[in-house]
């Protein structure tokens, strides 16, 4: 099988459909439909890429399965032949049993004589032809009178194919670059229909690039024809990765489906494509590898092969103005004449290469961004120089910012150009909040630039690009730069000065150098309080320093001398009304606290904090993300977690629209950490995955092994320890023995090894947390949940003493704290270390439900019903039906967060306590009045321990259904609850099969 379609039709199976589930689901409804057997015109429309071709080769796949006789055809070939799109069907109808001997003869001997030439071979040569190649070419031997001769000896030759009781799949692709001929002979067909035949004509097209005569013969149909249309977008997000069958992180995806803006083809080449994806900045297109670049230019050069050479200028240009372009800057780029450049326009839109933006006469842009990448790279080096010469010439004329010319500036500029420097440095400055890494990218062509440096200019250019080098996380290279810039000795201090030191001490406290950051800042300090500060206001100028010292202490467990740092930062912030230094200041305290285990301060300075932020409008608070992200790491350690929620996520959308990009880890790993402790545990996975890709991105080792620890803690609830294990595993590894996240990474991988049922490798690990002396130790605001993995380990080892140790140190913790989840937490250790834990796991449900903790109240309702049910003859109807109560309660619960794994052991436990239900002689012999059928199957799913959701999707009802129907049983039944029915009804056990 020679083409396209045919290629597409032989992968089913092996390359599935994917993303496509709503458009198959229409095309088996026409192979099933009983009301209207045939004919059908199946329309299949969209871009170029978009996948109408495998779209099609399913449909033929699913019709040929169904006992359907499928004859395909395409516009194939480097020409367009006289009827280039039915030739291969003319001939595969030829062979079909009977199909010849009823036509003519004489119409028999001209389609064998046309079309001979098709015999073992297909039409063309199965490339794809691009758009305007060749001219209509008659077949050989015939002459022109007697086309329509041969066109009504196709039709017939078809309608007989579908006779016969035959039913007759027609699959045309490409029908936009269909002949003249072709097209007359797919209108008779549409409007002559034959009687008593089935004919399901499939086809897929172009719409932008069909002709007039095409879009007239497919709108209008004759009436028997049944017409289903099907418009293809972009593919849902999330099938980047599916669609590849590689296992690529969360950004990666997500770059990858944006640079190919949902089309498959696109898609497929980038995904498989290694090296990295730069989104756009301004007008520059996406930053492709090469590999991506050849593999996309494979795809898109039959289509810009047939382009004259002004046609390739004009393309050139449009690729370097941007992603939107003002047409009337074509001619003067392209260095073209207006009329031919118009000209040249004009066939672009025509092959769907350019599109004109109808509600703006000036303004068009490239089909895809894809598109313009290859095209951009594909122009020659000295002509885009020249064209972004020109550029910035028309829009330095039409008075542009430096904003929009910089893109082009920094492309032409030549080494001295001090003009070209000037501009550069002053769109940086105006971008560099909004836009870091297009102020980087211009920054460091501006330094590049510079020959005489008689004013210091290198050193504040310098300066710049280490702060946008910084926030865009690339903190090693902007360490080097600052540790590269001199300080004049005797030049007096200034605010600069000093947020320049506190800059440079955060960039070494991210990178893990807590000395050197602390020598920094302490210099400094020495030197403002010898006077050096020029009579400035010290405590001003040193407000920032101390602050960041704060900071470095807290990491260095020096609790008492970080609280009073930011102690007196906040005195002087509330001093001044400077609500910024107040709001950072607030948030240092609250981690003090956290640490300390100071509770009612951590949550008086969490809400205090919080209330600020609020205030704060997006334009203020983007230049303080850092701090937004330490307040929600605050938040999430008071049991705030749904505020943490909250100001995380506002800080992710903030620091992705302003490049902010330093700060996305910190803030992913505090919305992740919050997010699996209140039970989104999809949310939590995306989160910790996009960490996971900027810790990476970052060279943060630290960081990417906490990512990969909340990622496991959600896996792990998810679909098990199995699963969870290795990523865990790879947690500790990438963060080492030690470390500042170190306890809570080893207590992730610890809570794996004890559900895996490996409970002194658990305990080592929490013991290894607790007593490691390199980090600064875990928050006492969360240690109960340590010491309670320890006691539930020592318990499974069968040490019930050294359990009850742990339990009394989580008790004391938790006693301090005061905080409902950490009681809980408390209260579960004493579980595991008293002979009857029902009283305890009774506090931790309370615990964990007043926290909000819902896959520990879903764990610890579980522990509570197996409790109940495993006390032998000493379990009575109240506690059991108490055991099924807490049992349904997990279930919702884990079904709620999507807890699969949780959800699983919800129903094992309800399926053992029914197995234990009482069965009265009475109710057995004499079932329930007036039952109906519906009601009984009910009420069966009902004893399996199906929600009403779950009986719902079972019967294909809505869950209000389900409750009317359960509020008849219990009305019935004379019983007010679930737990009683199912008590009440021995009978309606499970039947074999449900």
């Excluded at 004109?356 to 895809?368: E, G, K, P, S, Y």
């Excluded at 320093?545 to 900071?551: A, V």
Aim: aromatic letters at 4%; charged letters at 25%; glycine letters at 8%.
């Amino acid at each position: 099988m020679g083409t396209l379609l045919d290629q597409a039709l032989s992968s089913i199976g092996e390359d599935p459909l994917i993303g496509r589930e709503r458009e198959t689901g229409r095309l088996r409804t026409v192979l099933t439909t009983r009301t209207h057997p045939g004919p059908w015109l199946l329309e299949i429309t969209g871009d170029p890429g978009i996948g109408k071709t495998r779209l099609l080769a399913e449909w033929s796949g699913l019709a040929e399965r169904a006992g359907l006789t499928v004859l395909s055809g395409r516009v194939a070939g480097a020409d367009r032949q006289l009827f280039g799109v039915f030739r291969a069907p003319v001939v595969r109808a030829l062979e079909l049993p009977g199909v010849a001997e009823a036509i003519r003869a004489d119409d028999r001997a001209l389609l064998l004589r046309c079309f001979a030439a098709a015999h073992g071979k297909e039409a063309g040569d199965g490339g794809e032809p691009g758009p305007g190649e060749g001219q209509d070419r008659p077949a050989p031997g015939l002459p022109d009178r007697d086309r329509a001769r041969l066109r009504r000896c196709i039709a017939d030759l078809l309608w007989a194919a579908a006779g016969d009781g035959r039913r007759l799949a027609l699959s045309l692709d490409d029908l936009q670059w269909a002949d003249d001929e072709s097209v007359e002979l797919l209108s008779h067909l549409l409007r002559h229909p034959r009687p008593g035949t089935s004919l399901i004509l499939a086809c897929s097209v172009r719409p932008r690039q069909r002709s007039s005569a095409l879009t007239a013969c497919l709108a209008d149909p004759d009436d028997a024809f049944r017409v289903e249309r099907l418009r293809l977008g972009p593919l849902p997000r999330g099938t980047a990765g599916e669609l590849s069958g590689l296992d690529a992180t969360a950004e990666r995806q997500r770059f990858v489906y944006e640079a190919a803006d949902g089309n498959p083809l696109y898609l497929r080449v980038l995904s498989r494509s290694p090296g990295p994806l730069v989104p756009p900045g301004g007008i520059t297109p996406w930053v492709l590898s090469d590999e991506a670049v050849m593999a996309a230019a494979t795809v898109v050069a039959r289509e810009l092969a047939p382009l004259n050479a002004v046609e390739q200028d004009v393309l050139r240009a449009a690729a370097v103005l941007g992603e939107e372009f003002d047409p009337a800057h074509l001619a003067e780029l392209a260095d073209r004449d207006p009329v031919s450049t118009t000209r040249a326009l004009d066939r672009l839109i025509a092959l769907d290469l350019v599109r004109a933006d109808h509600t703006q006469v000036r303004r068009c842009r490239l089909r895809h961004p894809v598109l313009r990448a290859v095209v951009y790279r594909g122009a020659p080096h000295g002509w885009r120089r020249a064209a972004h010469a020109r550029a910035d010439r028309v829009l330095r004329e039409a008075g542009a910012d430096p904003v929009h010319r910089a893109p082009h500036v920094a492309r032409c500029a030549e080494p001295g150009d001090q003009d070209a420097v000037r501009l550069l440095t002053e769109a940086a400055e105006q971008v560099c909040d909004t836009d870091p890494v297009a102020a980087a990218s211009w920054l460091r062509t501006a330094l590049s630039l510079i020959r005489e440096d008689g004013e210091g200019l290198r050193v504040r250019l310098t300066t710049s690009l280490a702060r946008s080098l910084g926030a865009i996380g690339q903190l090693r290279e902007c360490r080097e730069l600052l540790r590269r810039i001199p300080r004049p000795p005797d030049a007096p201090h200034t605010r600069v000065d000093t947020e320049l030191v506190a800059f440079h001490a955060m960039v070494e406290r991210h990178l893990g150098d807590y000395g050197r950051a602390e020598s920094l800042l302490t210099a400094e300090l020495a030197l403002l309080a010898e006077g050096e500060g020029g009579g400035a206001d010290g405590t001003e100028l040193s407000s920032p320093l101390r602050l960041e010292l704060s900071t470095v202490s807290l990491l260095r467990r020096a609790f008492p001398r970080s609280r009073a740092l930011a102690e007196e930062v906040l005195r002087h912030a509330t001093d001044v009304h400077d609500r910024h230094l107040r709001m950072a200041a607030t948030v240092r305290l609250s981690h003090c606290s956290a640490f300390a285990g100071d509770v009612p301060t951590l949550l008086h300075r969490a809400r205090e904090a919080g209330a600020l932020v609020d205030s704060t409008g997006d334009t203020e608070l983007t230049p303080h993300l850092d701090t937004v992200s330490q307040l929600g790491w605050a938040e999430a350690l008071a049991e705030r977690h749904h505020d943490a929620l909250r100001h995380t996520a506002r800080g992710i959308r903030l620091a992705r629209a302003a490049g902010q990009l330093f700060v996305l880890p910190y803030l992913g790993l505090a919305h992740a950490y919050a997010s699996v402790s209140v039970g989104r545990l999809t949310d939590a996975l995306r989160s910790a995955e996009c960490a996971e890709e900027d810790a990476h991105r970052m060279e943060r080792p630290a960081l990417l092994g906490f990512a990969l620890a909340l990622r496991a803690w959600a896996t792990a609830l998810l679909d098990g320890p199995d699963v969870a294990s290795p990523i865990a595993e790879r947690a500790v590894q990438e963060l080492g023995a030690g470390g500042r996240l170190w306890a809570v990474t080893a207590g992730v991988l610890a809570d794996v090894r004890l559900d895996q049922g490996r409970p002194g490798e658990s305990l080592e690990l929490i013991r290894s947390a607790m007593e490691h002396d390199r980090h600064p130790g875990t928050a006492r605001s969360i240690t109960p949940i340590w010491y309670s993995h320890a006691a539930r380990s020592a318990a499974a080892l069968g040490d019930r003493d050294q359990a009850a140790k742990w339990a009394r140190r989580a008790s004391f913790d938790a006693d301090l704290l005061g905080l409902p989840g950490q009681r809980g937490y408390a209260a579960l250790a004493r579980a595991h270390s008293t002979p009857d834990p029902v009283g305890p796991l009774r506090e931790a449900v309370s615990g964990f439900q007043t926290g909000g903790l819902v896959p520990m109240e879903c764990r610890a309702r579980l522990l509570l019903a197996t409790e109940l049910a495993s006390r032998g003859s000493r379990a009575q109807t109240h506690e059991l039906e108490q055991a099924l109560e807490q049992a349904n309660r997990a279930k919702s619960l884990a079904e709620a967060s999507g807890a699969r794994r949780l959800y699983r052991d919800a129903v094992d436990v309800q399926r053992r306590l029914g197995a234990r239900r009482p069965r009265p002689a009475r109710e057995a012999e004499t079932p329930l009045p007036e039952m109906s059928e519906r009601e009984r199957e009910i009420v069966r799913m009902v004893a399996l321990g199906m929600s009403n959701n779950d009986i719902a999707r079972l019967l294909v009802v809505s869950p209000k259904t389900v409750e009317a129907h359960l509020t008849r049983i219990f009305r019935k039944a004379g019983v007010r609850s679930r737990v009683a029915l199912v008590a009440a009804l021995p009978n309606a056990a499970p039947e074999p099969g449900l």
